[in-house]
């Protein structure tokens, strides 16, 4: 039995539904990925100690 997201979504198949929202997700958590590092770069920064 594929499981009830595939079907509530509207793919064949719980493989579909995998296909399509990794191809769909993939770019969005790179994305944000990449902007909770230049947080994070900013921040240690901002609080690194002088030498």
Known sequence: MDHPHA?????????????????????????GAGAVDDIVARRCEATAPEA
């Open 7 to 31: 079907y509530l979504v509207g793919h064949a198949s719980q493989a579909a539904a995998e296909a399509v929202h990794r191809k769909l997700l993939r770019p969005v958590i790179t994305e």
